[in-house]
C-alpha cells in the first residue's frame, strides 16, 4: 500500500493576498504560486515544498450559490499545522492580535488553536 499525505487545502477568504501575508509570517511559508482563479477569482498557494493551502477570493458576491462551496467564506473545521517551536509560533500570532484557545498538552503533542480574519480556525501542534 502507498503512502498517502495532503497536498493542499483550497479556502475562500475575503482577501488571499493578506491571508498569505499572514501565514507567511505564522509559519514562515511561502507563496508558491498566485493568478486568476474559478469564476474570475484569485488564488495564493501558500506553503513549503510539499504542501501548502490555497486562499481563493472570488470575483463576486460570497453569498454561497446551490451549495456550491467555492462562493462562501469558511466551511471547513480547522486546518491544522505542525510546528517545531509551538511557543514561538504563538507569540508570532499574538503578537498580530490574535487570541488562542484550547491549549492541550497530551500524547502525542502540545496544541493550540486560533481563528484568523475569515473566521477560519487553525490548530497549530508540536509533537516535540
Same mark, same amino acid.
Given at each position: ?66 451549495? !456550491?462551496?467555492?462562493? %462562501? ?10 510546528? =517545531? $517551536?509551538? +511557543?514561538?509560533? @504563538? ?7 490574535? !487570541?488562542?484557545?484550547? %491549549? ?10 486560533? =481563528? $484568523?480574519? +475569515?473566521?477560519? @480556525? ?7
Amino acid at each position: 500500500m502507498s503512502t498517502a499525505f495532503l497536498e493542499h487545502v483550497n479556502v475562500t477568504v475575503t482577501d488571499p493576498a493578506a491571508t498569505a501575508k499572514r501565514l507567511e509570517q505564522w509559519f514562515g511559508w511561502k507563496i508558491r504560486w498566485q493568478g486568476a482563479a474559478i469564476n474570475g477569482g484569485v488564488t495564493y498557494h501558500i506553503g513549503n515544498e510539499t504542501s501548502y493551502v490555497a486562499a481563493y477570493s472570488p470575483s463576486t458576491d460570497t453569498t454561497p450559490v446551490n451549495g !456550491e462551496s467555492y462562493s %462562501h467564506h469558511g466551511g471547513l473545521n480547522h486546518i491544522a499545522v505542525v510546528v =517545531d $517551536d509551538l +511557543d514561538a509560533t @504563538e507569540a508570532r500570532i499574538k503578537a498580530g492580535g490574535y !487570541e488562542t484557545h484550547n %491549549h492541550q498538552d497530551y500524547e502525542p503533542g502540545r496544541r493550540f488553536y486560533f =481563528d $484568523d480574519d +475569515d473566521g477560519i @480556525e487553525f490548530e497549530v501542534v508540536s509533537y516535540k
